[in-house]
């Protein structure tokens, strides 16, 4: 489910990015939303769009072959949070969480600050706001199109590389130094650099995200399986590093800078280095699974 929920992500986010472009370039032909026409408003309802099929397709998914097995045949144990604590499984449990707290924290405390950003390049600074909202919709445009390609690099690479750990430092180890360099330096120089290292960044952090749908079935029996997912994915990722948002702004407010653009630059940069280096050292503690197979 996880990994079908990452895949839908993606798409809904290159739609959203396209309909943003839409919505600057010829907002003021669509309808009044609320007596004007910001773009921000159909963006936001554009949100629909890709929602509606995750939806209606999400009920017919397949379930696996062995819940739907053991369920049938009334063997199917009852998940439990607290199994999720027991020794056996720990430190895979509290691993992942923390792990998955840093891909969620460079996500929100780094990358979706970039179009807060872009407007104060030399390049845009000087345009007019609806050509500055163009140059950020390209540049989002670039960061979905990056991460994409990076869940399809993933998937590449997932069926040759037999250790996790060595798969996920393909992307954890050229992100610690690419992803902060791009928004200490390209970020506040060169648009041209914004769009390469964006896409880059794009691809080495969200490749993340298609990691952690490969790996956490592995590492949890089939009554557990969706109740380790989700702990890790809600609990570390949407509780605690999407608080990196709030961390980055507040960091901003101390950080050195000519400008409110190049400030918080600096703090998405320091932030990202931060959440990157966090999730290279935890990934020392991170379990291999003990089998190819999924555990029963």
């Given at each position: 489910?996880?990994?079908?929920?990452?895949?839908?992500?993606?798409?809904?986010?290159?739609?959203?990015?396209?309909?943003?472009?839409?919505?600057?370039?010829?907002?003021?032909?669509?309808?009044?939303?609320?007596?004007?026409?910001?773009?921000?408003?159909?963006?936001?309802?554009?949100?629909?769009?890709?929602?509606?099929?995750?939806?209606?397709?999400?009920?017919?998914?397949?379930?696996?072959?062995?819940?739907?097995?053991?369920?049938?045949?009334?063997?199917?144990?009852?998940?439990?949070?607290?199994?999720?604590?027991?020794?056996?499984?720990?430190?895979?449990?509290?691993?992942?969480?923390?792990?998955?707290?840093?891909?969620?924290?460079?996500?929100?405390?780094?990358?979706?600050?970039?179009?807060?950003?872009?407007?104060?390049?030399?390049?845009?600074?000087?345009?007019?706001r609806a050509a500055q909202e163009q140059v950020v919709s390209k540049v989002q445009f670039l960061q979905e199109m990056g991460g994409l390609l990076g869940r399809i690099l993933l998937a590449f690479l997932a069926i040759r590389i037999v250790?996790?750990?060595?798969?996920?430092?393909?992307?954890?180890?050229?992100?610690?130094?690419?992803?902060?360099?791009?928004?200490?330096?390209?970020?506040?120089?060169?648009?041209?650099l914004v769009k390469v290292g964006i896409f880059l960044a794009g691809l080495l952090t969200v490749g993340q995200f298609s990691f952690w749908g490969n790996y956490l079935p592995r590492v949890y029996p089939t009554h557990l399986r969706g109740?380790?997912?989700?702990?890790?994915?809600?609990?570390?990722?949407?509780?605690?590093?999407?608080?990196?948002?709030?961390?980055?702004?507040?960091?901003?407010?101390?950080?050195?800078?000519?400008?409110?653009?190049?400030?918080?630059?600096?703090?998405?940069?320091?932030?990202?280095?931060?959440?990157?280096?966090?999730?290279?050292?935890?990934?020392?503690?991170?379990?291999?699974?003990?089998?190819?197979?999924?555990?029963?």
């Amino acid at each position: 489910m996880l990994r079908y929920t990452q895949a839908f992500s993606s798409i809904g986010g290159l739609m959203i990015s396209v309909a943003y472009y839409v919505a600057v370039t010829y907002g003021k032909s669509l309808p009044a939303v609320h007596g004007g026409h910001e773009a921000w408003r159909y963006t936001l309802m554009s949100g629909i769009i890709p929602a509606i099929p995750l939806m209606i397709i999400r009920p017919f998914l397949p379930e696996s072959p062995v819940w739907r097995e053991k369920k049938a045949q009334g063997t199917l144990k009852r998940p439990s949070l607290a199994e999720l604590f027991r020794p056996e499984y720990r430190r895979t449990t509290l691993v992942t969480a923390l792990m998955f707290a840093c891909s969620y924290g460079a996500a929100f405390g780094a990358i979706q600050h970039i179009p807060r950003i872009v407007p104060g390049l030399p390049q845009v600074v000087h345009l007019a706001r609806a050509a500055q909202e163009q140059v950020v919709s390209k540049v989002q445009f670039l960061q979905e199109m990056g991460g994409l390609l990076g869940r399809i690099l993933l998937a590449f690479l997932a069926i040759r590389i037999v250790s996790r750990r060595t798969l996920l430092r393909l992307f954890q180890l050229p992100g610690l130094f690419l992803v902060p360099l791009v928004f200490l330096y390209a970020a506040v120089h060169d648009l041209s650099l914004v769009k390469v290292g964006i896409f880059l960044a794009g691809l080495l952090t969200v490749g993340q995200f298609s990691f952690w749908g490969n790996y956490l079935p592995r590492v949890y029996p089939t009554h557990l399986r969706g109740t380790g997912e989700s702990f890790a994915a809600n609990i570390g990722g949407r509780m605690i590093g999407t608080s990196a948002a709030l961390l980055t702004t507040q960091l901003a407010n101390v950080m050195a800078g000519s400008t409110a653009f190049t400030k918080l630059a600096y703090s998405a940069a320091a932030v990202a280095l931060l959440v990157y280096a966090l999730g290279f050292l935890l990934s020392f503690w991170l379990p291999e699974p003990q089998r190819d197979q999924l555990p029963e």
